[in-house]
């Protein structure tokens, strides 16, 4: 029984993989609130399945690329969680998810783009044939970045004027999380985040050591 969960987009999502299909599959009705309601949607998820947490053998979790609050919520309780039941823990970029989906699901096929909305005018950006990411993920100004090949993804949805062409999903199912990892469809990565951008808060100057201040007092410059 493998346990997936998503929270690199402002909806938190679960669900359960007996090794065959989704069993069970739960999605945040309040954005933001990855903290308040993981644990919670992980409960629901393991009862409908009718397992309890000793049950499960694996989980999946997605890495991103998204905000800091939201994955450190995710991979914290990946993290935990493996540790605790002894399980192994499998982290996957969260737009190759959204790829493998649409690939699967017939919305995009051949070339084509995974983009979402990573704030600040700004979207989290990837390329891929057939399904298999080829570039990225990286942070694009959509007006850098504007195609006219099929884009997956919410970014699509809120840069219409770079990307013309907008086909689903939307955001990232820990449904199809669970099966990519299941089908090893995607690069299964160790539960570290990606964010991808910088620190907002930059480190100042290092202070001058003792000696080199008392160098400086000595030749008086």
Do not use: N
């Amino acid at each position: 029984m493998l346990l997936a969960f998503d929270t690199a987009t402002p909806l938190v999502t679960v669900a359960i993989h007996d090794g065959s299909d989704v069993v069970a599959e739960r999605l945040a009705t309040r954005a933001m609130k990855h903290g308040e309601q993981l644990a919670p949607l992980i409960a629901d998820v393991l009862v409908e399945a009718g397992i309890v947490r000793q049950d499960l053998t694996a989980i999946a979790v997605g890495a991103g690329p998204g905000p800091f609050t939201g994955l450190r919520v995710g991979l914290v309780t990946a993290r935990t969680l493996g540790l605790a039941l002894e399980i192994p823990v499998y982290a996957v970029c969260s737009l190759d998810v959204l790829a493998v989906e649409a690939y699967d699901s017939g919305a995009a096929a051949g070339e084509f783009l995974v983009a979402t909305d990573a704030r600040r005018k700004e979207v989290y950006l990837a390329r891929y044939v057939d399904g298999v990411r080829v570039d990225g993920p990286e942070v694009r100004k959509p007006a850098d970045a504007a195609t006219g090949l099929p884009v997956v993804g919410e970014g699509a949805v809120l840069y219409p004027e770079a990307f013309p062409h907008p086909v689903g999903p939307g955001r990232p199912s820990a449904g199809w999380l669970a099966r990519v990892v299941t089908e090893e469809r995607a690069e299964l990565l160790d539960p570290d985040p990606l964010y991808l951008r910088r620190p907002d808060a930059v480190a100042s100057a290092a202070p001058k050591s003792v000696l080199t201040q008392a160098r400086t007092g000595a030749d008086g410059s």
